[in-house]
């Protein structure tokens, strides 16, 4: 059974950082693309981060761009997103998912876990 589980969400004040784990379980992780979405209230889900299978190939959302960096641990089968100069704009709930190849388009990502809570107060 494929699980995504995502932890490290939380209520944090603007500028502050906050790091995200997914753990991976169910599938050959280490050949999947990993990526990271977020939804806040009343918009659409959006693509944040994204990792290919070796970890050597990334891409961020401009909104993000250094700010935030993806990693990927495939012997722990674990993929990170490290959120620092957080904005109130980044509130929303998180969700890492896994793809056959680095995409920054939802429809491409097969697997997703259930979302962990990003607050980020002003």
């Known amino acids: 059974q494929v699980q995504l589980v995502e932890s490290g969400g939380g209520l944090v004040q603007a500028g502050g950082s906050l790091r995200l784990s997914c753990a991976a379980s169910?599938?050959?992780?280490?050949?999947?693309?990993m990526g990271w979405f977020r939804q806040a209230p009343g918009k659409e889900r959006e693509f944040v981060a994204a990792i290919n299978w070796s970890g050597r190939s990334t891409t961020y959302a401009d909104s993000v761009k250094g700010r935030f960096a993806i990693s990927r641990d495939n012997a722990s089968r674990s993929v990170y997103l490290y959120m620092n100069s957080l904005k109130p704009e980044d509130t929303a709930v998180y969700y890492c998912?896994?793809?056959?190849?680095?995409?920054?388009?939802?429809?491409?990502?097969?697997?997703w876990g259930q979302g962990t809570q990003v607050t980020v107060s002003s």
């Open positions: 169910g599938f050959a992780f280490g050949n999947w693309a």
């Open positions: 998912a896994a793809a056959g190849q680095i995409s920054t388009m939802t429809h491409e990502y097969a697997y």
